[in-house]
């Protein structure tokens, strides 16, 4: 396996899986420079949509932004159109829990997009309780010369009405409305922590620490348990559902993965709740590598299909891992994020940080891998060269088209002049959300409350 700094990038395609290294330029960067970023505006989740031309975040404050890309302008044909703010809205509220008194964050946990079906977008957004499906659509008409009321939307005295009018719809500027569809509550206990939709376009499936439920997308008051985890006796809690994903073509096959490091898949046409798995995944634990700390670091925090639907990756706390959904007995490939860290596990228990919940995520092609680190850093892994490149999303390389130079931290020894040591990294500053375009080299990276956009050179 490569080395914690070897240089090259990752690509997709055909070019860059043809062994050209990829070189990533700094694009766009969304959100405020302040020095003490307020908790409500710190990025909790980002997603592309199917098409990738449109962008979403969630944050702690519970706003849902969308960012749509421009169309390419003519005058100048090597400009890519970049991603602006199409909709802005708030998708949940602080509550309070009465019968528990428990305070409901509003942040949002999770979004998912619907494929799209007609002129107007739809997505699931979530918390830690409520799922909300919301549409976006476009009004850039409004209804003029009504019979019963004004301009102005009074109501006109019904004895001054003396002829029929047919109303006529006259261009306005464009409007973009959200408007909530759904929203499916009171059916976890739990935190949850994902959704996924399913690939028949009807139902999806949102899981907490315990259990896992399957809704139509049309109904909202009732929700299937498929997984149920809890134990008679809760002193015997062992594990906790970590993540859950359906598979992107199978409608009947879904994946959730835990905090002992396990994933298991299921089959729904077995039976109808899946307390028993098809598959279990699990990459048996080199005993001489055993310490206090190996539970924690090999609890899994995201589960993603790859596109094709044939492998399967995971994040823990140190590694990537790539499964073949046709093997059990461990992952067919593994990537190093910041082994570096190994030696320091202690002050990260002590400061909290062993539990951050790194997510990770293909490109297009499945080609390549990203995934986040701490120090603002976020790491891709190239599958056909196995080269590994370490970048950075900060502002001080934030010039249009700047070309990301790779990153390199030292372990020990002397340090080069380009290299930072391991001792100097900011564990406050962590990319733990990051969003790969379903059809080109253009990534999304959260850092606190920025969002940055970089693309390939090529383009």
């Not at 409007?175 to 759904?182: C, D, G, H, K, L």
Request: glycine share 6%.
């Amino acid at each position: 396996m490569a080395g914690a700094g070897v240089g090259g990038g990752p690509g997709g395609g055909p070019a860059a899986m043809g062994g050209s290294d990829l070189q990533w330029c700094f694009w766009q960067v969304k959100g405020a420079i302040d020095e003490d970023v307020a908790e409500a505006d710190i990025i909790s989740t980002v997603e592309f949509n199917y098409s990738g031309d449109l962008l979403a975040t969630g944050d702690k404050g519970g706003r849902v932004v969308i960012f749509q890309k421009e169309q390419e302008n003519k005058s100048r044909p090597h400009s890519r159109g970049e991603y602006n703010v199409y909709s802005t809205f708030q998708s949940h509220e602080p509550e309070f829990d009465y019968l528990k008194s428990l305070e409901i964050e509003e942040k949002i946990n999770k979004i998912r997009w619907l494929p799209q079906q007609n002129a107007a977008h739809f997505l699931l957004s979530t918390n830690d309780k409520t799922i909300k499906l919301w549409k976006i659509s476009e009004r850039d008409k409004k209804a003029e010369g009504y019979n019963l009321k004004d301009e102005d939307g009074r109501l006109r005295d019904p004895f001054r009405i003396t002829a029929l009018r047919v109303p006529i719809l006259k261009p306005m500027d464009l409007m973009v409305e959200a408007s909530p569809r759904r929203i499916f509550a009171n059916a976890h206990t739990y935190h949850i922590n994902s959704i996924s939709v399913n690939s028949d376009h009807e139902t999806y499936l949102s899981a907490d620490d315990l259990r896992i439920n399957l809704w139509h997308l049309e109904i909202t008051d009732r929700s299937f348990n498929i997984v149920d985890i809890k134990p008679v006796n809760m002193e015997e809690l062992t594990e906790v559902i970590t993540a859950a994903e359906f598979h992107p073509h199978q409608c009947n096959v879904f994946v959730y993965s835990s905090s002992k490091g396990t994933i298991r898949l299921c089959d729904m046409r077995s039976s109808a709740l899946c307390d028993r798995h098809s598959k279990f995944f699990e990459e048996p634990e080199d005993p001489s590598s055993r310490s206090f700390f190996s539970e924690i670091i090999s609890s899994i925090s995201d589960v993603k299909f790859s596109h094709s639907g044939r492998y399967m990756m995971t994040r823990d706390y140190l590694s990537v891992k790539v499964w073949d959904l046709n093997m059990e007995t461990r992952p067919v490939e593994t990537y190093q994020v910041h082994e570096y860290l190994r030696s320091k596990l202690c002050s990260l228990y002590e400061n909290d940080c062993i539990f951050d919940k790194f997510e990770c995520c293909w490109n297009g092609s499945d080609g390549a891998l990203m995934t986040g680190s701490y120090n603002n850093f976020f790491r891709m892994f190239d599958r056909s060269t196995r080269r590994d490149v370490t970048l950075e999303a900060s502002r001080e390389s934030s010039k249009p088209r700047a070309i990301l130079k790779p990153r390199k931290v030292c372990t020990g020894g002397k340090r080069k002049k380009d290299e930072i040591s391991v001792d100097s990294l900011d564990f406050n500053k962590k990319i733990l959300h990051t969003a790969w375009h379903p059809l080109e080299n253009i990534i999304a990276v959260a850092a606190t409350n920025n969002l940055y956009i970089f693309q390939d050179k090529v383009n």
